[in-house]
């Protein structure tokens, strides 16, 4: 999708704020990123129960320090600089979405895997990290579950709001929206019930017809979520942080 600026893809129907853009990367750019992911040595996965992922450069430390070292070329082009290109607002040309963020762009990527039916419990990013996670999405399409409070303050079992991801999309979440509220993915084969009404995104996808049905059902899906990690050591090896 071709926008002059993040304010032109924002979900509405949210809390503040998600911006979610339609074929961000091309299906070339997809089968490059594919095939990167799969050619990773194989200690690079870390087989969870429910998902395997990949982590770059690095896990953080128990103390969640970044070991300074950067991210390899293919995690970079085209997805950060094409990021980077989006202004906040079309009044404001200068200003990206990782501007207030201590090191002004990402610097650690998680690739996580979730072959049919698998999924991830609902959680917060925590504050490891600058608050703003940018997610591609390969392969599949699924739904990503945003969980409100109730009136006593205890969190829904249920999504509150659903976000479509359809393949070669990008999905930013910042603001509240990271701080305040917890995301998931259910681990289903099939998501159900999609309509302008129950997606919050409905409006900003790429193919909706390939919804029209109200259901989709999923294939292996990988995504790239792209973060600031805070604390960065460019000392650490030296001084044996690593692994304390
Ligand atoms: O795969 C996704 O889109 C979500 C991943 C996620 O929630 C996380 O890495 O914290």
């Known amino acids: 999708m071709a926008i002059s600026s993040l304010e032109e893809a924002r979900v509405q129907n949210l809390p503040s704020s998600a911006y979610y853009i339609a074929d961000f990367i091309t299906k ?3 089968q490059v990123l594919l095939s990167k992911i799969a050619a990773a040595p194989k200690p690079r996965w870390k087989q969870l129960s429910h998902r395997r992922l990949q982590t770059w450069p690095s896990d953080l430390t128990k103390s969640n320090i970044l070991l300074d070292s950067p991210l390899p070329s293919w995690l970079l082009e085209p997805v950060v600089s094409r990021l980077l290109s989006y202004p906040l607002s079309a009044a404001d040309s200068q200003t990206h979405i990782f501007s207030d963020s201590l090191h002004g762009w990402p610097n650690h990527v998680l690739i996580n895997e979730y072959n049919s039916g698998q999924g991830i419990m609902p959680h917060k990013d925590g504050d490891a990290y600058h608050p703003v996670v940018c997610t591609v999405s390969l392969g599949s399409s699924l739904t990503l ?8 303050e205890t ?3 249920e999504p509150t709001w659903r976000i479509l991801q359809e393949p070669r999309s990008l999905l930013i979440t910042t603001d509240m929206l990271y701080k305040d509220y917890l995301h998931g993915i259910a681990e289903i084969t099939e998501d159900v019930d999609l309509s302008p009404t129950t997606v919050s995104n409905w409006d900003l996808l790429g193919s909706p017809e390939d919804f029209t049905k109200g259901r989709y059902e999923r294939s292996t899906r990988t995504s790239l ?3 600031d990690v805070i604390k960065v050591s460019r000392l650490g090896s030296k001084f044996g942080i690593l692994g304390k």
């Open 28 to 30: 070339e750019e997809e």
């Open 145 to 152: 579950g945003i969980y409100g409070k109730t009136e006593d």
């Open 155 to 157: 969190t829904n079992t």
């Open 225 to 227: 979520t792209y973060r």
